[in-house]
């Protein structure tokens, strides 16, 4: 079996609880986007996501108030628009500097992902996360500044996660054959697109949950249970 050169790792139900995004970055962007939008509507990165907002929900002309209206029903119903993960990151960011939250990351994560690159392996990050709301992630987790750790970020601007062709693009953008790189995700469906890309696949399956006798993908528990 090819050895694994480079790992690409999902974040909610993978190396951080999904009860971290739901229950404190949401509820916070959800009460801090309306008056971020109001305040920072000048600025030309937050007037291109509003108007891209706009776009994607087929506004032909919109109100402020009413892109306000629509990125908070977005948020209540989790839509993976990259334009609201764009906006939602700027009002993380805020938080994290204001020392409001640290992010999320499990136990025994930390010391594996600075082991794993101790040995030589790339490690690389895909969430439906923006790449800046990534990076703030992991540079303001509870286990300190991860970001060193990491070469490089995707979103979905990269394509959907649950697209065979979004992780050959990874592949591509990684210089690495997709037999040497292993995906980490929480999710079967992404698991089963990055194994159509060729990737080799671990399933995070954290307790309570427990380890079917028959996983569609090697099935884990947590980091330490992975020999790459």
Do not use: C, N
């Amino acid at each position: 079996m090819p050895e694994i050169r480079a790992i690409v790792t999902d974040i909610e139900g993978t190396t951080s609880s999904i009860s971290f995004v739901k229950d404190v970055l949401f509820p916070y962007a959800r009460k801090r986007l309306p008056a971020f939008v109001e305040t920072h509507a000048d600025r030309p990165e937050v007037q291109h996501w509003l108007h891209e907002a706009a776009k994607e929900a087929g506004y032909i002309e919109a109100s402020r108030q009413e892109v306000i209206e629509l990125l908070l029903r977005w948020i209540a119903e989790d839509r993976k628009s990259t334009a609201l993960k764009a906006l939602q990151g700027m009002v993380w960011r805020e938080g994290y500097e204001a020392g409001d939250y640290r992010a999320h990351v499990y136990p025994e994560v930390a010391a594996r992902l600075r082991a794993w690159r101790a040995e030589g392996l790339r490690l690389y990050v895909y969430s439906s996360g923006s790449v800046p709301a990534q990076k703030l992630f992991f540079g303001y987790s509870e286990a300190g500044d991860l970001t060193p750790l990491f070469a490089g970020y995707f979103d979905t601007e990269t394509g959907p996660k649950r697209a065979q062709a979004s992780y050959e693009k990874i592949a591509a953008a990684i210089g690495e054959q997709p037999a040497h790189i292993l995906f980490l995700s929480d999710i079967a469906e992404e698991l089963d697109a990055a194994q159509a890309a060729g990737f080799r696949t671990g399933w995070l399956l954290r307790p309570p949950q427990a380890l079917p006798a028959q996983p569609r993908h090697p099935a884990y528990a947590d980091f330490d249970a992975i020999t790459p």
